[in-house]
């Protein structure tokens, strides 16, 4: 067991050319921040809003990068593909990718095709927004790839016989804003009243969504099992 944790754990170190790679892709992201701050016309409020994104788009590259599929019979892919994929739809519609289109809400689209470049911070854009009449969508950049790395993380997971699907679970909450509304239906039940601590989650949501990010990337890559 102490070998296997050895081993699980040297799966944090990445290789050098890894990590220059995303140097040079910290340093490109801060430059096309301090471009956007300097002639956009915003006055930042909190600065950690504008981190976030990164937060996202460089630990979700990082993951996959560093993250090598077992080898698995061809069912056993496709059934990991199928539940990755169903998972990415799950955290794209919670977390306002995927929506229903016009022709679904009764409702005119006013804008089929849009791409938002800087009236949105770098990593919350180019935003583009879409509307086919059956779906909207609105493809904002971090969301995107954090998204993704879960869902690779989450295929990953269930190739590996010996990991825990926990994280996965965890991931659907990713999404704090969004998810709110059902958690607080359910929790008012047995509390009562939750205005309180509603008010603290979508004041909190963007800093909470990101620890949960976090933590779910962590757990997924790891992929502890009971007796690690």
């Given at each position: 067991m102490?070998?296997?944790?050895?081993?699980?754990?040297a799966?944090?170190?990445?290789?050098?050319?890894v990590?220059?790679?995303?140097?040079?892709?910290?340093?490109?992201?801060?430059?096309?921040l301090?471009l956007?701050?300097?002639?956009?016309?915003?006055?930042?409020?909190?600065?950690?809003?504008?981190?976030y994104?990164?937060?996202?788009?460089?630990?979700?590259?990082?993951?996959?990068?560093?993250?090598?599929?077992?080898a698995?019979?061809?069912?056993?892919?496709?059934?990991?593909?199928?539940?990755?994929?169903g998972?990415?739809?799950?955290?794209?519609?919670?977390?306002?990718?995927l929506?229903?289109?016009?022709?679904?809400?009764?409702?005119?689209?006013l804008?089929?095709?849009?791409?938002?470049?800087?009236?949105?911070?770098?990593?919350?854009?180019?935003?583009v927004?879409?509307?086919?009449?059956?779906v909207?969508?609105?493809?904002?950049?971090?969301?995107?790839?954090g998204?993704?790395?879960?869902?690779y993380?989450?295929?990953v997971?269930v190739?590996?016989?010996?990991?825990?699907?926990?994280?996965?679970?965890v991931?659907?909450?990713?999404?704090?804003?969004c998810?709110?509304p059902?958690?607080?239906?359910?929790?008012?039940g047995?509390v009562?009243?939750?205005?309180?601590v509603?008010?603290?989650?979508v004041?909190?949501?963007?800093d909470?969504?990101?620890?949960?990010?976090?933590?779910t990337?962590?757990?997924?890559y790891?992929?502890?099992?009971v007796g690690?």
């Amino acid at each position: 067991m102490t070998e296997t944790l050895q081993a699980r754990l040297a799966r944090f170190a990445p290789a050098r050319i890894v990590l220059l790679w995303l140097a040079l892709l910290v340093l490109v992201e801060a430059l096309a921040l301090l471009l956007y701050l300097r002639f956009a016309p915003v006055i930042p409020t909190a600065v950690r809003y504008y981190v976030y994104p990164f937060v996202w788009i460089n630990l979700g590259l990082l993951a996959v990068v560093t993250t090598t599929p077992p080898a698995a019979p061809r069912r056993r892919r496709r059934i990991a593909m199928a539940l990755a994929g169903g998972y990415f739809l799950v955290l794209a519609w919670a977390g306002g990718l995927l929506q229903a289109g016009s022709a679904l809400t009764g409702q005119d689209p006013l804008v089929l095709f849009r791409v938002v470049l800087l009236d949105v911070p770098p990593g919350w854009g180019p935003m583009v927004m879409y509307d086919a009449s059956l779906v909207q969508l609105f493809l904002v950049p971090y969301k995107v790839v954090g998204y993704l790395a879960l869902a690779y993380l989450v295929y990953v997971t269930v190739l590996d016989a010996a990991g825990s699907a926990l994280g996965g679970l965890v991931g659907l909450l990713s999404c704090v804003s969004c998810s709110w509304p059902v958690l607080a239906g359910l929790v008012s039940g047995v509390v009562g009243s939750t205005s309180g601590v509603a008010t603290f989650v979508v004041t909190q949501s963007y800093d909470i969504s990101t620890v949960v990010f976090v933590v779910t990337v962590a757990l997924l890559y790891w992929r502890p099992t009971v007796g690690d």
